[in-house]
């Protein structure tokens, strides 16, 4: 979940459509977040499915923890990242049912100005999933070099003035260290005359930073290679990206094990939200849904 918008799951009736959820089934939310997905999966897959729900962060883990916990022993939380899942869950190995990857940050992350992910609210520049990861958005920004900052904010960020927003950011940190979410923002924000558009100027620079900070792109490499092995043959992943380079590695990575005759792709295009379900949930827009099913043992 991502702005500050309502917690509600997004592609929900798609996701459990692919998943084709169903009773006695053993399914693996490997992005748990606020348990949105994980709560209809283990409604629709009642009296007798488990979930196991994997996530960084352990604040956001003891939200969804509360939330399913009406489920009783069919829900079972684990603290840590998808890239380390095949360790993780290695009890879970060539068992589930299904797979959830729901990418990017959590809304309730982003609403508490103490965790830094907000250029709305003024906080701390911190941006880490997993608390006690030892790069925060601070450190970087004050000691990347304008390569790394280009790469972050260019490259992953796909902001269009890159050149421009790091060039100010070094100006500025020579002056003094950069603490403040809402003074990076500024910086964006002269540059474009406070609103650049449609979205607010620093939305691309903040998510680059935030991709830094926490290795997304790596992470979800290794965790949708960690989510086959968990899958038995006939289970099935699905993945929501929100980002394009998000959507690459999954596009390239199915392409590949497909070429292989691990998986076979049961969405040929990316499923994304129809206009109902965009006018209800703004943050669903850029939403794209792929899923595969796993055909043998790797």
């Known amino acids: 979940?991502?702005?500050?918008?309502?917690?509600?799951?997004?592609?929900?009736?798609?996701?459990?459509?692919?998943?084709?959820?169903?009773?006695?089934?053993?399914?693996?939310?490997l992005t748990l977040g606020a348990g949105g997905h994980a709560e209809v999966i283990l409604e629709r897959s009642a009296p007798d499915g488990i979930l196991y729900g994997l996530?960084?962060?352990?604040?956001?883990?003891?939200?969804?923890?509360?939330?399913?916990?009406r489920f009783g022993q069919r829900i079972r939380t684990r603290q840590g990242n998808a890239a380390d899942a095949g360790i993780i869950l290695s009890d879970v190995?060539?068992?589930?049912?299904?797979?959830?990857?729901?990418?990017?940050?959590?809304?309730?992350?982003i609403d508490r100005p103490e965790r830094g992910f907000s250029f709305q609210k003024d906080g701390p520049l911190d941006m880490r999933m997993d608390?006690?990861?030892?790069?925060?958005?601070?450190?970087?920004?004050?000691t990347a070099s304008r390569d790394q900052l280009i790469h972050a904010i260019g490259v992953l960020g796909e902001e269009n003035r890159a050149g421009a927003v790091v060039n100010a950011i070094l100006d500025e940190r020579r002056k003094h260290r950069l603490l403040r979410t809402r003074?990076?923002?500024?910086?964006?924000?002269?540059?474009?005359?406070r609103r650049g558009g449609?979205?607010?100027?620093?939305?691309?620079?903040?998510?680059?930073?935030?991709?830094?900070?926490?290795?997304?792109?790596?992470?979800?490499?290794?965790g949708l290679a960690a989510a086959l092995k968990l899958l038995k043959n006939g289970g099935r992943l699905a993945v929501?990206?929100?980002?394009?380079?998000?959507?690459?590695?999954?596009?390239?990575?199915?392409?590949?094990?497909?070429?292989?005759?691990?998986?076979?792709?049961l969405t040929r295009k990316v499923i994304k939200p129809g206009v109902a379900e965009i006018k209800r949930n703004r943050r669903s827009r850029s939403a794209r849904l792929r899923v595969a099913v796993k055909d043998r043992a790797e």
């Open 93 to 109: 190995t060539g068992k589930a049912d299904g797979v959830l990857f729901d990418l990017g940050v959590s809304s309730l992350q």
């Open 183 to 193: 003074e990076v923002a500024e910086i964006v924000e002269r540059i474009y005359g």
């Open 131 to 142: 608390l006690s990861s030892p790069l925060t958005a601070e450190t970087f920004l004050n």
């Open 240 to 265: 929501i990206a929100f980002h394009s380079g998000e959507d690459r590695i999954v596009k390239e990575f199915m392409k590949t094990r497909r070429s292989r005759g691990e998986i076979s792709l």
């Open 1 to 29: 979940m991502r702005e500050n918008e309502v917690h509600e799951p997004v592609l929900l009736e798609e996701v459990i459509y692919f998943l084709q959820v169903a009773n006695e089934q053993i399914h693996c939310d």
């Open 55 to 69: 996530d960084r962060d352990s604040q956001i883990l003891e939200i969804a923890g509360s939330r399913l916990e």
């Open 198 to 222: 449609r979205i607010h100027p620093a939305t691309r620079s903040f998510r680059g930073i935030r991709m830094v900070v926490n290795a997304e792109l790596e992470s979800l490499e290794k």
